[in-house]
């Protein structure tokens, strides 16, 4: 792209460098609440320039990936601030969740930053963060920062994070951008979120989703109030700091809204961000009725960011600097109306996947990005999202996507959650497969019977196994591959 066309021709500010700046114009304003202890702009101008210069102490070179892994939310964000200082690609990992952690995130990593043991040889280099050290950097003194030629000044393109994908299809991979994608993605939260410095922007997730990090730097960099909490309910969040925005995937939202008080009154100032997995109309009528009727619902991708901006009725409108087309399973351009698969050209895209080639030989192709997902083209710059294209069920010949049975299910009065996925039967016909979770005082006997009154009788015979919970993604995303797996290893032991 020409410098005459590059939103980015100039190298734009740090994160660090606009805290610098409000901890200079306002500093006693409150740029971080965690765990009850509020902490002011200067406060955080502070301590980042601490943490840069104990990180720099271990000679990490630029654009060395670094993984980050602590509880302690606000530490967790410093070190990841101070690694941007340093021109260090970071991501985050916790721990719990080691199968993915060893197997595809610690080898490709330069440096593991923790204050929980890895397993030894399970990464290149291992800083282990330590009580005593974390004491004292917070009791170091900052002002060498100055003079120590901090920040590190890098070009546009240089390694800034590494994003996670969801793990839907059940093997995550790790996408590497730019820092000239990352401001594009915080360029495009901008643009809709609606974000000011009087705003109290409730994060409930950690770091390891990319819109939680995106939208709580958009907020630190505007001046605003972020609000670290994993720990509360939505609803404890709202009745103790009246967030102006905050971020919920579906089920969460669901959660909430059902845990709404009669007497509740919708917040006067209040902007709900939702994404990832559909939102279906009844959910959006219900949340417009008793939370708010200021719901930005982004469609979007680790691979490509933002690409655009849904509607109760389900259609979005592409974000401007977006391309979309719809696709057939020739590559040829679908005519309006025709459904097929959803690709994207972004400037907040990435171009491949880290250590897999075969993948990204699938998804990234001459600078479109394949997301995976059908839809249809139902207007200029304006879409139908159907569902995943790998989704798509084949009953006995009778094609057709899951959330055509999932929906109506999900929304009665006997089950919390269900999934629906086509498993060949003796003959090697697909035969439906239903996965439920009951709610509680439902009888299996009464959750099977309002599976089969609600499911229509075209799909022929079909069976239906109960889960304490469904495998699910950290943003919601049902994994219905191994949804499916655990189907099979349960029809297979009850054969047996």
């Not at 490709?108 to 800083?127: C, H, K, L, N």
């Not at 103790?240 to 007497?263: I, K, N, S």
């Not at 799909?459 to 950290?474: I, W």
Request: hydrophobic share 45%.
């Amino acid at each position: 792209m020409s410098a005459a066309g590059d939103l980015f021709a100039t190298v734009p500010p740090l994160t660090s460098e606009y805290v610098e700046v409000h901890a200079a114009h306002r500093p006693d304003a409150v740029a971080v609440v965690f765990n009850g202890v509020s902490y002011s702009y200067a406060r955080v101008d502070q301590d980042i320039k601490r943490f840069t210069l104990a990180l720099r102490a271990l000679r990490m070179a630029p654009g060395c990936r670094v993984a980050v892994s602590t509880g302690h939310l606000y530490l967790h964000w410093l070190l990841l601030l101070a690694c941007e200082n340093l021109a260090l690609a970071t991501w985050t990992f916790l721990h719990g969740e080691e199968d993915v952690v060893l197997r595809v995130q610690l080898p490709i990593a330069d440096m593991v930053i923790s204050d929980t043991p890895v397993p030894e040889g399970a990464a290149r280099r291992f800083f282990m963060m330590t009580p005593a050290w974390v004491s004292q950097v917070w009791a170091s003194d900052p002002s060498p920062y100055a003079g120590a030629g901090l920040p590190v000044r890098v070009g546009m393109d240089a390694p800034w994070r590494i994003r996670r994908s969801s793990g839907t299809t059940g093997v995550q991979k790790m996408l590497p951008a730019t820092r000239r994608v990352e401001e594009f993605w915080l360029h495009g939260f901008a643009a809709c979120v609606g974000l000011t410095q009087r705003s109290r922007y409730a994060a409930r997730r950690h770091f390891t989703v990319g819109s939680i990090y995106s939208c709580a730097t958009l907020a630190l960099r505007l001046g605003a109030t972020v609000l670290l909490d994993t720990q509360s309910e939505a609803l404890a969040i709202f009745r103790t700091f009246a967030p102006t925005h905050m971020r919920l995937f579906q089920p969460e939202l669901v959660a909430l809204l059902e845990q709404l008080p009669p007497d509740w009154e919708k917040p006067r100032d209040f902007t709900l961000l939702v994404g990832a997995a559909p939102l279906t109309e009844r959910v959006w009528e219900k949340t417009v009725a008793r939370l708010t009727d200021q719901v930005v619902y982004n469609y979007n991708s680790n691979e490509c960011g933002s690409i655009c901006l849904m509607r109760p009725d389900g259609i979005g409108t592409v974000r401007p600097g977006v391309e979309v087309r719809i696709i057939d399973d020739a590559g040829h351009v679908c005519p309006p109306g025709q459904p097929g698969q959803i690709t994207v050209r972004s400037p907040s895209a990435v171009g491949a996947y880290i250590s897999d080639q075969a993948a990204s030989q699938k998804t990234f192709r001459d600078g479109w990005v394949h997301t995976g997902d059908q839809g249809v083209m139902v207007g200029p710059r304006q879409i139908r999202i159907v569902g995943r294209v790998d989704d798509l069920l084949n009953i006995g010949g009778l094609k057709l996507m899951p959330a055509e049975i999932e929906e109506p299910l999900k929304v009665g009065p006997a089950l919390a959650d269900a999934g629906a996925c086509s498993i060949p039967d003796e003959n090697g016909l697909g035969r439906l497969h239903v996965g439920v979770v009951r709610k509680p005082g439902v009888s299996p006997e009464q959750a099977i019977e309002f599976v089969r009154t609600s499911v229509p009788s075209a799909f022929g015979r079909m069976q239906v196994v109960f889960f304490a919970a469904l495998p699910r993604t950290e943003t919601g995303k049902l994994r219905r591959a191994l949804m499916r797996e655990e189907i099979m290893r349960f029809l297979a032991a009850r054969r047996a």
